[in-house]
């Protein structure tokens, strides 16, 4: 049986499974529960000495139904709750108290005695110094009596308030309250009733008391409304019905105050950034919450927004990393253009995690009229395609963080994220940004300041794309004059760029040794960083009227007067251009034609070989020594030949020549 809403615990139909009490086993039943109930008082963040109970009842003397001693129950109480009228105890007096003329004293009533015998004040209580004369009376008249025997002159005095009371008519305390007139709704034009609430004999708006905290972990101080709330609307506003209980308990849901990763920009560098969202909109429609695969799905045009946490580098507390590792591990070192890629040991366990130290990013922001500035949180908002969510863990942040814990909450809680499976997620959204690709200007960009980009203790940046960084900042340098990353020489423009890149290329095809920082790719390069199995790198030729334009995301694009650079020039002999394969046909047989690297098959068709060959004058302009350049390609089709299909079979060829995409390769080669 599960604990749920909408269960009937007493209805026998709700009891599934084996529920037989004599087959239970209690003292196995008992612990199973105990440490249920230390799971939970634990995760509620009860010290752990209230409820280690084995030492608690180490104490003979510990009594949990008398807890507080003395033998006493709580509730149970032996005294007479005075605040209460004993109206039997009133009559039982009245009927035992015998004529006066049978009582030993004066027919003259005392002080304690002058009043209405219903009533005990409790001086004559305290005036008891004997007991009763006669056993035969009831405890009333033995109160009396013992009251009645002491000397006259050391009779009390009478109270004025005692004479009040013994004045009044009987009337009980209730019958004295006036009755408390029925609270009036608010009522009006757009005024819903259901939404008020009686609060201490008034009626208050469900929006000032009422709040769901969707982080149950803790509660985050801020001036920027980062503890996101579900409130009721106000009045004659639009109500929202988007936000559903239910589905805030979900395993796979997205809800406002949840972190997600998004890469930055900022200046030159492309990094990894942890936003905390405080607003969901889906199709321009404001949500709540959202299923986390809808947030990826383009078609649902999700965007988050969010602020973004200032993030502390410290390490690891594994028991499973050597004491080496875990405590006394030095800060990795800083990033550089020129090192290797990470491998893919980037996703191991690192000895490093980064813990929010509670701050957000702020930046300078100028007051409207005056020459001052004030720090405003920064609140960002992306597409749900470029985010990935967060795993983290709630962790006790300050013992770790010491004087870096700059606003942790009053609990000292945090979360925590390690530094491994974050290398990974950088990779991931950089995937996407070229899968889909999506220009860098396109991505946020924020201002550099203390709290990001993320740095380790030394102030080298931490947890930076290498790879979009690097595209950004030979953007950066194509507005200037740019350097080789091959060789460190400076061409003097984007043309010459091409053509730089172009030489080095084609001397590697050749075989000709020249020293360089990087090596040139083995398998189709590419014609603006010499790099191969980028797919950034791949080309689109879009051919609009007579001009054709040139498609990438290459990190080292230049613009490309095409028609120019295929043709060149004395200055600039190299025509290396992407060009149309007129050989290929999707999901199409076609026979194999000849080439240089691979003689036999088909004759080439003369309009292919003259759209990539290179001359030979143009290699001897590049520096290619002539006992390099090959022999001239024969196995060419004559002119008037054509493109040979005797044994194409299937389909219609379709007709997609003015648009080619894939690798670039050198001096005219083939784009397929």
């Given at each position: 049986?599960?604990?749920?809403e ?13 529920a ?26 009860f ?46 007096a ?55 025997d ?45 939404d008020?609430?009686s ?142 890629p990470?491998?893919p ?8 995690s ?8 702020k ?7 005056t ?18 969510l967060v ?36 990779e991931?959204?950089?995937?996407v940004?070229?899968k889909e ?9 924020v ?34 004059q ?18 730089h ?46 001009t ?70 143009e ?54």
């Amino acid at each position: 049986m599960t604990r749920s809403e909408g269960v009937d615990h007493l209805n026998i139909v709700s009891w599934t499974g084996h529920a037989i009490a004599g087959d239970c086993h209690i003292p196995s039943v008992w612990d199973e529960g105990r440490k249920v109930a230390k799971q939970i008082l634990a995760k509620l963040r009860f010290p752990q000495e209230s409820y280690d109970y084995a030492m608690i009842f180490a104490n003979p003397e510990i009594d949990m139904l008398r807890p507080f001693g003395d033998g006493k129950y709580p509730g149970v109480e032996s005294d007479i709750d005075r605040s209460i009228v004993l109206s039997t105890p009133t009559s039982t007096a009245t009927s035992a108290t015998p004529p006066s003329s049978s009582l030993p004293f004066s027919s003259t009533p005392s002080p304690a005695t002058s009043s209405s015998p219903s009533t005990l004040t409790p001086f004559a209580t305290t005036a008891l110094v004997s007991p009763s004369t006669s056993s035969s009376h009831s405890a009333s008249i033995s109160t009396i009596t013992a009251a009645s025997d002491a000397p006259s002159e050391t009779a009390a005095t009478p109270d004025p308030d005692d004479d009040m009371e013994d004045q009044s008519e009987g009337i009980t305390f209730e019958e004295t309250l006036d009755d408390v007139p029925e609270l009036v709704l608010p009522s009006g034009r757009g005024i819903d009733p259901n939404d008020y609430i009686s609060v201490e004999v008034k009626w208050v708006h469900k929006q000032r008391i009422c709040r769901v905290v969707f982080n149950a972990d803790f509660e985050p101080k801020s001036t920027e409304r980062l503890k996101r709330v579900r409130g009721h609307t106000k009045v004659n506003s639009k109500k929202r019905d988007d936000v559903n209980p239910e589905a805030l308990l979900g395993d796979n849901t997205f809800i406002v105050g949840d972190p997600f990763f998004i890469l930055l920009r900022t200046d030159q560098t492309l990094s990894l950034a942890v936003v905390r969202s405080t607003a969901i909109h889906e199709d321009g429609v404001s949500r709540g919450s959202i299923l986390a695969p809808t947030i990826r799905n383009p078609q649902a045009k999700v965007k988050l927004s969010g602020q973004i946490l200032s993030l502390t580098m410290v390490p690891t507390l594994d028991d499973n990393l050597p004491e080496s590792d875990s405590a006394l591990v030095q800060p990795r070192s800083a990033f550089a253009l020129n090192s290797p890629p990470p491998g893919p040991t980037c996703e191991e366990k690192s000895p490093w995690s980064w813990i929010w130290n509670g701050r957000f990013m702020k930046v300078d922001s100028a007051i409207a009229g005056t020459k001052q500035t004030t720090e405003k949180v920064v609140i960002i908002s992306v597409p749900g395609a470029l985010t990935e969510l967060v795993n983290h863990r709630p962790v006790d942040a300050v013992s770790r963080l010491g004087q870096r814990a700059y606003e942790i909450n009053s609990e000292g809680r945090s979360w925590e994220l390690d530094d491994g499976p974050m290398g990974a997620v950088c990779e991931l959204l950089w995937d996407v940004v070229v899968k889909e690709k999506i220009a860098l200007t396109s991505i946020a960009s924020v201002k550099k300041s203390a709290d990001f980009p993320y740095a380790f203790d030394n102030g080298n940046p931490a947890l930076v794309c290498r790879d979009g960084t690097q595209q950004l900042v030979q953007q950066h340098d194509s507005k200037v004059q740019r350097v080789c990353h091959l060789c460190g020489h400076r061409p003097k423009g984007t043309n010459e760029w091409r053509a730089h890149i172009s030489t080095h290329v084609l001397r590697s095809i050749r075989r000709v040794s020249e020293t360089l920082h990087i090596p040139v790719g083995e398998s189709l390069p590419c014609g603006l960083c010499a790099s191969s199995g980028k797919p950034e790198c791949e080309v689109a030729l879009l051919t609009k009227g007579s001009t054709t334009h040139v498609e990438t995301n290459c990190a080292m694009v230049v613009n490309i007067t095409y028609k120019s650079a295929e043709h060149g020039s004395k200055a600039t002999p190299c025509r290396n251009v992407p060009v149309v394969c007129k050989l290929c046909y999707p999901d199409e047989p076609r026979p194999e034609y000849a080439s240089p690297l691979n003689p036999g098959g088909a004759r080439l068709p003369h309009e292919v070989w003259e759209s990539m060959k290179v001359e030979e004058a143009e290699e001897l302009a590049l520096g290619i020594p002539k006992v390099s350049i090959p022999a001239v390609f024969a196995e060419i089709a004559a002119p008037n030949e054509g493109v040979d299909r005797s044994n194409v079979v299937g389909r219609k060829r379709a007709k997609k020549n003015n648009v080619a995409t894939g690798p670039r390769k050198t001096s005219k080669k083939v784009v397929s």
